[in-house]
């Protein structure tokens, strides 16, 4: 089997995404270790799981920086005291600066509330509630330095019920959002999926349509056909 990759992880809150990465590479589905987790927020819930697991971790404040550049600079050296292979923002809630974005493309991964294209940004549950979709998801894609913008690597589907609130229909997306966190890491991690000019190429196959979870199946072009 190939080296574990290092994985550095960058959070703002209660990191439950950050929990089931760590539970994924102590199982060894991940093949990586997680060696930092970074915190823009002293009091994030996250802070506290990394510990309990013997993960070091650090907090860059960004109410203590005069500026986005001079922050992003203090949190590239963070990152950058340890090796590193892949930044994994992990409801990482600051938009980064293009020159920190260039410097680690495409080896930085995030993870967002919605169906990209659609609804890039903040509020996506009652934006795509108010819109009347019928689905709503996450996608976990490569960064680029167009907001949430890069390319798809892998998307978890749910219905958007009728009495869905942005709170209940988030806890669904969220469930969701553990599955493809630690699917898109796995295949980072065994090098089924590398990102290549821009695009996502799974098993040597630049993905079109990113395969998606919906119903607990894994749907290889993220179309449903039933
Ligand atoms: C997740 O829903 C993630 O998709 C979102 O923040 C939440 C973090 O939850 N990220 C973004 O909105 C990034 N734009 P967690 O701290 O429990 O993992």
Redesign the pocket.
Known sequence: MADSLSLVVL?????????SLIAACTSGQINGRITHVISNVPTA??LALAEDAGIPTSVVDHTRFESREAFDQTLNATIRKKPTDIVV?????RILTEQFVRSWQPRMI????SLLPLYP??N?HQRAIDNGDAHAG?SVHFVTPQL?GGPVIVQSRVDIEANDTAVTL?RR??TG?HVIFTLALEWICSGRVVCHNNSVMLDGNPIRTPPCIYREQLLPDGIDHG
């Open positions: 959070i703002s809150g209660r990191g439950s995404n950050l929990g819930g996250g923002l992990a409801g990482f809630m995030n993870i967002h509330p940004g903040l996506t996450a949430d988030a997306v969220l959002e």
